[in-house]
C-alpha cells in the first residue's frame, strides 16, 4: 500500500530547527520523494525534492542553505532538516510521491507527485 506519513512538526522560534519525517511506504526507487508548504492564503510551495534511488536533490532557492532533505530507504523514510527558521517558514508542510523528473521544466511541480501526505504544521514564532 502506497502511503505517506508526515511527522516532527511543532512551534520554534526564529533562528531554531527542526526535522521533519516522511515515512514512505509501498514507493519503488525509482520515485522522488518531495516536500511542499502551505501558508494561509499563499499557494502551495515545493521546497525540496530527492530520488530515492540515487539521493540526489533539489532545493527552491527560499530554503537552499538553510534545509538539507536526506532519504533512509531501509526506514522507508524521508527527512527535512530545517536550521535558521524564519517566520516566513510557518506553513503546514507536506511530503509527496511521484516517478517523473519534472514538468515543464520545474522539478518540483506539484503536477509530478501524484501521492501526498496530509502534513505537518510548523510555526515559527517568538
Known amino acids: 500500500q502506497l502511503q505517506l506519513v508526515e511527522s516532527g512538526g511543532g512551534l520554534v522560534q526564529p533562528g531554531g530547527s527542526l526535522r521533519l519525517s516522511c515515512a514512505a511506504s509501498g514507493f519503488p526507487l525509482n520515485y522522488y520523494i518531495g516536500w511542499f508548504r502551505q501558508a494561509p492564503g499563499r499557494e502551495r510551495e515545493g521546497v525540496s525534492r530527492?530520488?530515492?534511488?540515487?539521493?540526489?536533490?533539489y532545493y527552491a532557492d527560499s530554503v537552499k542553505g538553510r534545509f538539507t532533505i536526506s532519504r533512509d530507504n531501509a526506514k522507508n523514510t524521508v527527512y527535512l532538516q530545517m536550521n535558521s527558521l524564519k517566520p516566513e517558514d510557518t506553513a503546514v508542510y507536506y511530503c509527496?510521491?511521484?516517478?517523473?523528473?519534472?514538468?515543464?521544466?520545474?522539478?518540483?511541480?506539484?503536477?509530478?507527485?501524484?501521492?501526498w501526505g496530509q502534513g505537518t504544521q510548523v510555526t515559527v514564532s517568538s
Open positions: 509527496a510521491a511521484g516517478n517523473s523528473a519534472a514538468v515543464a521544466g520545474d522539478p518540483l511541480s506539484s503536477r509530478v507527485f501524484r501521492y
Open positions: 530527492i530520488r530515492l534511488s540515487s539521493g540526489f536533490q
